[in-house]
């Protein structure tokens, strides 16, 4: 029996070519490509760890989390200036004043940032302010989306759709291949599966990590937050994704501070400044040896 439109296994070389290693042998059958975003290496053997809150709130929310991520030794800063909310009374973001909130982080920390653009049409405002753009697991299937940050040339940061095969996800990757651009930086993040929602917000699939690795040459990050939406799930998970050996992890934080304001987002995955340290000293102890024998440049 065929199927319609099915893109689960055995379809790479027809569905992604640019970024499958089959057919594109540039990195042989274990090289990575290094996906550079400012002093940044993505695949370049150290595992890169991006920290900060789910949302730009405040100036004095996202400076105080950026020196916390920075102190604790983490190489990127995240925050979502427009965020894509299940319902549309919540709040949505800051938009270009999250923009710019960010700017001034980053020029006070010297932490690269990243953060989401989910409309075709705001990737030349948001690129103008981010050193990675992401896209969201909602919109891993956006074409005209992946078309335009393709276009655009900055690194991306592409996340998994919650529900989402590797081939699905690696066709998206390929969407921005096609447009010239190769700063590709896939993220695992959580997918829907029972028991989702029962006492995790998503299932980690750690087992994707190696899949990946023996598809494509693009590197992979797994972010343990929006997987796991427990605060106190965080840490593990954390440690068993660099051990699955993935290039970083994306991790989002919330002041530990007596009397700080609740974040208005996703508070109940947000880990603490002191999670974040000891993360970061997991990283850099237990996995640049294995993965640095990976790496081999552009
Ligand atoms: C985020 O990282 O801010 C986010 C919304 O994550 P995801 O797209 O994976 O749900
Ligand atoms: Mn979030």
Redesign the pocket.
Known sequence: MSIAGSAISGDFAKVCPLVSRRTNLKYGADGTLVVRVRQVEFGGGRPVIIGGP??VESLDQTLELAHAAKSCGADML?G?AY??RTSPHDFQGLGRKGLEILREASLETGLPVVT?VMDPRLVELVGEYADML?I???NMQNYPLLSEVGKFGKPVLL?RG?AASLCEWLGAAEYIAKEGNFQIVL?E?GIKAYPSGEYSRFILDLNVIPALEAETFLPVIV?PS?ATGVASMVEAASRSALESGCHGL?IEIASERVGAIRPKCDAAQAIGPTALGRIVDFAHSHSAPRLESKACGI
């Open positions: 789910c949302s995240r979502g965020k894509p989401e992401q969201g697991s909602r996340k919650m993220c993040r972010d929006h994306i």
